[in-house]
């Protein structure tokens, strides 16, 4: 059986100093089981997001040990910066990568929380597909007011508590907010025309929010540096509109305008399964199943 | 690190008794660091095919094993069928996979086959990337005349005389023909349409021998069984001409002579390198790199 994988994409509330988000990232990495692969810090901000995966206990268990560092080291009451925030571990989504499903996510997201509060004493929120109440499912119903504004409501206002805990606020820490969702593939399209116009034009023809595709959110931006304009793209579930019908279709409504594509761009990282579809649609393999992949046959039966 | 990995195809002279392909099997299979990826049993060649990929030292110990129990159990003095042979364990070719080169499994090749005469008394013929003497690069040089015609023919005539080891060859298992080669993909485009005179025009258009893409062998086939026709291909240097390469070159010559490609089909494995780079070809990405796949970089770092 292949080995299920999780990946796991915490924010933090702390931007500024590398010493606590390296002691945080080093709790994580050093979780048998679990690969980091990827942080961020900004000052702005003052917030640092780490990356990583693994199984499925094992992702559970490094969550748990960077939120405890977190917590530890973070006091929102001497924190600041322009991103709106709610706990020193402010957001934690658990996502599916392969062989577990957006339900076994939510199953660990639940997990989760349920010990962030019982061994550290943090209140938790769930969000998207782990809320356990209706207008939950959107972070920023969850967050708005932040710290400092939530802190306050839940006095007066009951809606406003915890899913787990409290309802008190963590002092220093704040509270949690837990998640389940699915992969998202960050990705541009590069024009070969300087026409800003072009780009939005070909953004609004293919995104939801506009009539287009579904699971599809695209920009138009410049790039100045390159003389080029892109199409910049969040797809938030590639199993239901694949990465090659995206491209296919920015392809053709280039075309249609007189533009080339110049080239694409993958930010962040993709799931095995979306490089193995796009190669079967492209070459229109009858019979491709992933363990005619020599490296993933031999993967199954270690 | 990347774990390196090798192929190795052994070609036995048994096809028809199972327990003796079970036991040879059974002996690779058993061996540290390999998985055995197929086995294919022939009565009338009176020959079988086993598979297995693994470490290089691994598949070196696990190839050893598997000549050992063919030449305990394979009397070629009692063994007909209609395919040329010359050894219990006929042909051993060392394939490169990922991280190793094609000079890697040479060395390899000339390992196994010292160990080969060392420890089992059968002499050695090395070919394809391993030949050491020229003329000897093409397997069906060296085996012209199979068992018998080889072993009166060294009486005489010392061209036929073993690498290593012999000159007689072994009595009963005769001689092995170790080498070293790159992958070969076995790869079909089947075609909507039953004319086979399009097939056999668009094989002649794209196969080396007619002065099409190099590395590619083509043949037009007919599929009565599906009212199709068929080219049948063999990439030799995926490296070289990518398989979607030459997908690309059957649509476009397909288009030119008025026929869809109705799907394609894989013969056995692909090495993963060959679904990202036709994924990366298609979706043009600017960036990629095989540790932008979440699954690749979580095994880099494992």
Same mark, same amino acid.
Request: glycine share 8%; aromatic share 6%.
């Given at each position: 059986?292949?080995? /299920?994988?999780?990946?796991?994409?915490?924010?933090?509330?702390e931007?500024?100093?590398?010493?606590?988000?390296?002691?945080?990232?080093?709790?994580?990495?050093?979780?048998?089981?679990?690969?980091?692969?990827?942080?961020?810090?900004?000052?702005?901000?003052?917030?640092?997001?780490?990356?990583?995966?693994?199984? /499925?206990d094992?992702?559970?268990?490094?969550?748990?040990?960077?939120?405890?560092?977190?917590?530890?080291?973070i006091?929102?009451?001497?924190?600041?910066?322009?991103?709106?925030?709610?706990?020193?571990?402010?957001?934690?989504?658990? @996502?599916?990568?392969?062989g @577990?499903?957006?339900?076994?996510?939510?199953?660990?997201?639940?997990?989760?929380?349920?010990?962030?509060?019982?061994?550290?004493?943090?209140?938790?929120?769930?969000?998207?597909?782990?809320?356990?109440?209706?207008g939950?499912e959107?972070?920023?119903?969850?967050?708005?007011?932040?710290?400092?504004?939530?802190?306050?409501?839940?006095?007066?206002?009951?809606?406003?508590h915890?899913?787990?805990?409290?309802?008190?606020?963590? /002092?220093?820490?704040?509270?949690?907010?837990?998640?389940?969702?699915?992969f998202?593939?960050?990705?541009? @399209?590069?024009?070969?025309?300087?026409?800003?116009?072009?780009?939005?034009?070909?953004a609004?023809?293919?995104?939801?929010?506009s009539?287009?595709?579904?699971?599809?959110?695209a920009?138009?931006?410049p790039?100045?540096?390159r003389?080029?304009?892109?199409?910049?793209?969040?797809?938030?579930?590639?199993?239901?509109?694949?990465?090659?019908?995206?491209?296919?279709?920015?392809?053709?409504?280039?075309?249609?305008?007189?533009?080339?594509?110049?080239?694409?761009?993958?930010?962040?990282?993709? /799931?095995?399964a979306v490089?193995?579809?796009?190669a079967?649609?492209?070459?229109?393999?009858?019979?491709?199943?992933?363990?005619l992949?020599?490296e993933?046959?031999?993967?199954?039966?270690?």
């Amino acid at each position: 059986v292949i080995r /299920p994988l999780v990946q796991c994409v915490p924010n933090f509330s702390e931007g500024r100093d590398p010493k606590v988000v390296d002691d945080i990232a080093g709790a994580i990495a050093r979780t048998t089981g679990v690969a980091v692969l990827g942080r961020t810090m900004d000052a702005d901000h003052n917030r640092s997001v780490i990356t990583f995966a693994g199984t /499925p206990d094992a992702v559970a268990a490094a969550a748990l040990a960077g939120v405890e560092k977190a917590v530890e080291h973070i006091d929102l009451r001497r924190h600041s910066g322009v991103h709106p925030r709610l706990g020193a571990a402010d957001v934690i989504p658990f @996502v599916p990568v392969r062989g @577990v499903s957006l339900a076994d996510c939510t199953a660990l997201a639940h997990r989760v929380g349920e010990e962030i509060w019982r061994t550290l004493g943090v209140p938790v929120y769930f969000y998207e597909a782990a809320a356990r109440q209706p207008g939950r499912e959107r972070l920023e119903n969850v967050r708005r007011g932040g710290f400092e504004g939530i802190r306050d409501a839940i006095l007066h206002d009951p809606s406003r508590h915890p899913d787990i805990g409290g309802p008190e606020l963590h /002092p220093t820490a704040g509270a949690s907010i837990v998640g389940a969702r699915k992969f998202l593939i960050a990705f541009n @399209v590069n024009l070969a025309t300087t026409d800003l116009a072009i780009a939005k034009q070909i953004a609004r023809t293919i995104r939801e929010s506009s009539g287009g595709m579904r699971y599809v959110k695209a920009l138009g931006l410049p790039l100045a540096s390159r003389n080029q304009v892109q199409v910049s793209m969040n797809l938030t579930d590639f199993e239901q509109t694949p990465l090659h019908t995206v491209v296919d279709a920015v392809r053709r409504e280039a075309a249609r305008l007189g533009v080339q594509v110049a080239g694409t761009e993958i930010i962040g990282l993709l /799931p095995r399964a979306v490089i193995e579809s796009a190669a079967g649609f492209y070459l229109q393999f009858e019979n491709f199943a992933t363990d005619l992949v020599l490296e993933n046959r031999f993967e199954t039966l270690e």
